[in-house]
């Protein structure tokens, strides 16, 4: 089952703040973040696997809830290069990671 | 960093046709995947491979479709007879332990089914 993003896009200008939510109607093992800008691959940017865990490096970083049903990424003080579209993975099987419907982030000059 | 490479990059192919994509995972890496992503969309799970068998697969991935590891460094995705909407760019990906670390995707393989 896959996980439901929100917002599905996000426009903001450089040096504002953005969220964007991972939620599942099931408690998870792992939830996975991987950003992808136009035309290129996805790019991992973090894994949690606790409940209450928040990890983070440079201006993003991310959360996942105590029941672990829900997680955040957090995108501070954005610059131009945090473009792109933000997938949140989570198992879907034994040894299968699906992936949420993205969120377009894009940052304006 | 270690790169997951796949070729062709672009794949042109008319509708009924047989095409094979390849990659080469990292050297050290166990597990592989393929996954697909329709211009726009979200990336689709298809298949996963270790110690030389299918893991898992989605619904997507039906008889039309097989995965070899014919030697000690490539990884194909065969689709036997192209359809329509297998026009997608397909993405290769490994990781060393499974899907719950770090997945390194390869920069892709679009194909084109006309």
């Known amino acids: 089952q896959q996980p439901v993003q929100s917002p599905q896009a996000v426009i903001l200008r450089e040096g504002e703040d953005a969220v964007i939510n991972c939620s599942s109607s099931?408690?998870?093992?792992?939830v996975h973040w991987y950003r992808q800008k136009h035309g290129e691959a996805p790019v991992f940017l973090m894994i949690?696997?606790?409940?209450?865990e928040q990890k983070g490096h440079e201006k993003i970083s991310a959360s996942f809830n105590e029941k672990k049903q829900q997680s955040s990424l957090y995108l501070t003080a954005s610059q131009l290069s945090y473009s792109g579209t933000y997938f949140c993975?989570?198992?879907?099987?034994?040894?299968?990671?699906?992936f949420g419907q993205g969120t377009r982030l894009t940052i304006n000059p | 960093e270690p790169e997951v490479t796949q070729t062709p990059s672009h794949q042109v192919t008319q509708m009924g046709q047989e095409v094979i994509l390849r990659c080469v995972p990292i050297?050290?890496?166990?597990?592989f995947y393929w996954y697909r992503q329709i211009l726009g969309q979200k990336v689709e799970f298809l298949v996963s491979?270790?110690?030389?068998?299918?893991?898992?697969k989605s619904e997507i991935f039906d008889d039309q479709f097989s995965v070899e590891r014919p030697d000690g460094s490539n990884f194909t995705l065969k689709i036997r007879s192209t359809k329509l909407e297998d026009s997608a760019m397909y993405f290769c990906?490994?990781?060393?332990?499974?899907?719950?670390?770090?997945?390194?995707f390869g920069s892709g393989t679009q194909l084109s089914v006309l």
């Open positions: 491979f270790y110690n030389n068998e299918i893991s898992e």
């Open positions: 993975g989570t198992e879907g099987g034994a040894q299968k990671l699906v």
């Open positions: 949690l696997l606790k409940g209450g």
């Open positions: 050297s050290n890496h166990l597990y």
């Open positions: 990906a490994s990781s060393v332990q499974g899907p719950y670390e770090k997945l390194f």
């Open positions: 099931k408690a998870l093992y792992s």
